[in-house]
Nanobody
Framework: QVQLVESGGGLVQAGGSLRLSCAAS????????MAWFRQAPGKEREFVAS????????YYADSVKGRFTISRDNAKNTVYLQMNNLKPEDTAVYVC?????????????????WGQGTQVTVSS
């Protein structure tokens, strides 16, 4: 089992920045590919970004490319999502996920472990 706990969400004005963290425990973190998803009220869960086990390969949804950066620190068992130039449409619960994929996956069904999420609200 892998336990995931997100933090760093909050209320920010449009154009502002937030840094989300997802702390993992339970298994060897460096064996897992990680991703961030988000879900707004009344909408489907949406892929945001992913990073492979080594941190070398990253992939972003078009809607966040150039504004968000995913990274990881395997020594700290943590994955991060730096979010800059936030927009009201970025408002959602952000959830991190883990899986042993050895490839990039954007569909939530490929991920085995999920955190509880952290709320991000962007005001206009």
């Amino acid at each position: 089992q892998v336990q995931l706990v997100e933090s760093g969400g909050g209320l920010v004005q449009a154009g502002g920045s937030l840094r989300l963290s997802c702390a993992a425990s339970g298994r060897t973190f460096s064996n897992y590919d990680m991703a961030w998803f988000r879900q707004a009220p009344g909408k489907e869960r949406e892929f945001v970004a992913s990073i492979n086990w080594s941190g070398i390969i990253t992939y972003y949804a078009d809607s966040v490319k150039g504004r968000f950066t995913i990274s990881r620190d395997n020594a700290k068992n943590t994955v991060y999502l730096q979010m800059n130039n936030l927009k009201p449409e970025d408002t959602a619960v952000y959830v991190c996920a883990a899986a042993r994929l050895r490839t990039i996956a954007v569909l939530p069904e490929y991920y085995n472990y999920w955190g509880q999420g952290t709320q991000v609200t962007v005001s206009s």
